[in-house]
């Protein structure tokens, strides 16, 4: 069976998946750990307490930096996913700062104003469709 991770912070839950599996009956729902000294409860606890280690260092480092944060933000710290999400419209923005840079060498001033046209027009419909200010 997959075991799966749950941090619990100021009322906010994420989950992640360990990536490691064990035999249903060796687990011990109290502990959160795999009972016996067979090597696989072994190995498998070594890499349990790692990912708690892990998981810890991750939330010392957020309150290290003096600001509000919930479980998800531990999750993402810890699994390496903080600042790499990349978002709908970042991306067009980004796409149209390197078109501005081109324009005059291989783009025309023309093909920049219609990609500014359809990050305003993007941007209306996500709000107006999902309600969110991005995607």
């Not at 067979?38 to 998981?55: H, P, Q, W």
Request: proline share 3%.
């Amino acid at each position: 069976a997959p075991i799966m991770g749950r941090i619990t912070l100021n009322r906010t839950m994420a989950q992640f998946s360990c990536k490691l599996s064990c035999t249903p009956g060796l687990w011990n729902a109290r502990e959160s750990r795999l009972n016996g000294k067979s090597r696989e409860a072994v190995e498998t606890n070594e890499k349990i307490e790692r990912l708690l280690l892990a998981v810890h260092s991750a939330f010392n480092s957020l309150m290290e930096r003096k600001r509000d944060f919930d479980a998800a933000a531990v999750r993402d710290i810890f699994q390496g996913n903080a600042g790499m999400q990349m978002t709908l419209l970042k991306l067009l923005d980004r796409h149209n700062g390197e078109m501005k840079a081109r324009v005059g060498v291989d783009r025309a001033p023309t093909t920049l104003s219609t990609y500014l046209f359809t990050y305003r027009t993007l941007s209306e419909f996500i709000k107006a469709k999902f309600k969110v200010p991005d995607l």
